[in-house]
């Protein structure tokens, strides 16, 4: 083994060449979240929480039509347009961004989640107004 003008081995430069100059140890730790990556998970969470009271709403709509009911049927589609795109949005959000904080990329999951459900529990409840038990 050779050394180096400066007092070096040969074998702890190609040890250094070949993990890429980076050190493993407990001075290599995680990245701190990314202040851009949890502003837009907060702006997801609020969002799509703005969208699930919405969602929960149209189901009430649709298992209380009202005296008329003409406007239960509407509770569907204006669940289903609202709901979809921020659940989708919240999902991209959720599972995309990796550099956010682990609490708030969950939470984010978790609501995007219950928000593309309530759709399908929205047409559920209406669909329920029509079923008769004899």
Do not use: Y
Not at 26 to 42: I, L, Y
Not at 86 to 91: A, E, N, Q, T
């Amino acid at each position: 083994m050779g050394t180096l003008p400066d007092g070096g081995h040969i074998c702890c430069v190609a040890n250094l060449r070949d993990n890429g100059g980076m050190t493993h140890g407990p001075a290599s730790k995680e990245a701190p979240p990314s202040r851009v990556a949890v502003g837009a998970q907060v702006v997801a969470i609020v969002l799509t929480g703005a969208a699930v009271i919405w969602g929960f709403c149209m189901v009430h709509v649709a298992l209380h039509p009202g005296a008329s009911g003409e406007f239960g049927g509407l509770s569907v589609l204006f669940a289903a347009a609202i709901d979809i795109p921020m659940g989708l949005v919240s999902l991209l959000v959720g599972v995309g961004i990796k550099n956010g904080r682990p609490m708030l990329r969950s939470a984010s999951i978790v609501l995007s989640v219950v928000a593309l459900a309530l759709p399908f529990l929205t047409k559920a409840a209406w669909q329920s107004q029509f079923i008769s038990i004899k």
